[in-house]
Nanobody
Framework: VQLQALGGGLVQTGDSLRLSCSDS????????VGWFRRAPGKEREFVAG????????GYSDPVKGRFTISRDNAKSSWYLQMNSLKPEDTAIYYC?????????????????WGQGTLVTVSS
């Protein structure tokens, strides 16, 4: 399984970005997927997750109400719409595929990871 995360960049406070993650082998439609991030000097943290059919989503408190995760199983892709970006959102964002059908906040429950895409939010 190869995951590719795209869409990072340099934006200003208040701007929006949309990250995308694609599974080149198209084998993720039965798995929960998620987004994580690692800010400079910090541990990797959960950002958002969505279950296999999109009926359940979850967000970390810092992004709740600003970020939206979605997926398109026909395209073997999932997305992270990020609005009202803040400097504290600056991080490398990673997409990941869970072992099972449901999302989780635990990194150990994600088996496959994308290479990461850098999001920088300037003040």
């Amino acid at each position: 399984v190869q995951l590719q995360a795209l869409g990072g960049g340099l934006v200003q406070t208040g701007d929006s970005l949309r990250l995308s993650c694609s599974d080149s082998r198209r084998t993720s439609s039965n798995n929960g997927v998620g987004w994580f991030r690692r800010a400079p000097g910090k541990e990797r943290e959960f950002v958002a997750g969505i279950n296999w059919n999109g009926s359940s989503t979850g967000y970390s408190d810092p992004v709740k109400g600003r970020f939206t995760i979605s997926r398109d199983n026909a395209k073997s892709s999932w997305y992270l719409q990020m609005n009202s970006l803040k400097p504290e959102d600056t991080a490398i964002y990673y997409c990941a595929r869970a072992i099972g059908a449901w999302w989780t906040t635990e990194t150990s429950r994600y088996r496959y990871w994308g290479q990461g895409t850098l999001v920088t939010v300037s003040s």
